[in-house]
């Protein structure tokens, strides 16, 4: 008895953006050796960390699939991008892949909404969500990395960046999560 849930189409698609949350670990996991060897121990760290997320994601998608009765297809990983210049650079490149992960993402809301694939639906908002913090974080990042004087910051700014980085939490506080006196 076929116990299939999903779609080809709609399989396909979450097959892909498996493969897609792989190839962001891997890009992650790249710039965290690349900043290591820069002598940026804090940031390495919360790149390793973010790598492990990514993973996961990936993960959260091949179980989606097996849980609906396809049969998840492991494809081959891009290699990451090229080492970035700096930590201007490598923070731009993070937040310019954020965001084209969740353009992937809102393709797979608005073909679950159109098969009226409800579960797949409803599975994706959490990746929604998640996107959301992804995006937020980076756009973090870059602030201090702006603030701190972008592809020209000195030395002292980059270090305390890197001490932050170091100890700082995997998410950002979401819009719902915000009140006037908890801004």
Same mark, same amino acid.
């Given at each position: 008895?076929?116990?299939?849930?999903?779609?080809?189409?709609?399989?396909?698609?979450?097959?892909?953006?498996?493969?897609?949350?792989?190839?962001?670990?891997?890009?992650?996991?790249?710039?965290?050796?690349?900043?290591?060897?820069?002598?940026?121990?804090?940031?390495?760290?919360?790149?390793?960390?973010?790598?492990?997320?990514?993973?996961?994601?990936?993960?959260?998608?091949?179980?989606?699939? #097996?849980?609906?009765? +396809? *049969?998840?297809? @492991? $494809?081959?990983?891009?290699?990451?991008?090229? =080492?970035?210049?700096?930590?201007? &650079?490598?923070?731009?490149?993070?937040?310019?892949?954020?965001?084209?992960?969740?353009?992937?993402?809102?393709?797979?809301?608005?073909?679950?909404?159109?098969?009226?694939?409800?579960?797949?639906?409803?599975?994706?908002?959490?990746?929604?969500?998640?996107?959301?913090?992804?995006?937020?974080?980076? #756009?973090?990042?870059? +602030? *201090?990395?702006? @603030? $701190?004087?972008?592809?020209?910051?000195?030395? =002292?700014?980059?270090?305390?960046? &890197?001490?932050?980085?170091?100890?700082?939490?995997?998410?950002?506080?979401?819009?719902?999560?915000?009140?006037?006196?908890?801004?």
């Amino acid at each position: 008895m076929n116990t299939n849930r999903l779609s080809d189409t709609l399989a396909h698609a979450i097959n892909s953006q498996m493969t897609k949350e792989a190839h962001a670990a891997q890009i992650y996991l790249s710039y965290a050796v690349w900043a290591d060897n820069e002598g940026y121990e804090g940031v390495a760290n919360f790149l390793f960390r973010h790598a492990a997320e990514e993973r996961n994601h990936m993960m959260k998608m091949l179980e989606y699939i #097996m849980k609906r009765g +396809a *049969k998840p297809v @492991i $494809a081959p990983i891009p290699a990451p991008f090229a =080492d970035p210049e700096n930590l201007a &650079d490598c923070f731009g490149k993070i937040f310019a892949h954020e965001v084209d992960n969740t353009q992937a993402v809102y393709m797979l809301v608005n073909m679950s909404m159109e098969e009226k694939d409800w579960a797949t639906w409803n599975f994706m908002q959490w990746f929604v969500k998640e996107q959301i913090e992804e995006e937020t974080l980076a #756009m973090d990042l870059l +602030a *201090k990395i702006k @603030i $701190a004087g972008g592809k020209n910051a000195n030395g =002292d700014a980059l270090y305390n960046i &890197d001490r932050e980085l170091a100890t700082m939490p995997d998410n950002a506080k979401s819009a719902e999560q915000v009140t006037t006196a908890n801004p």
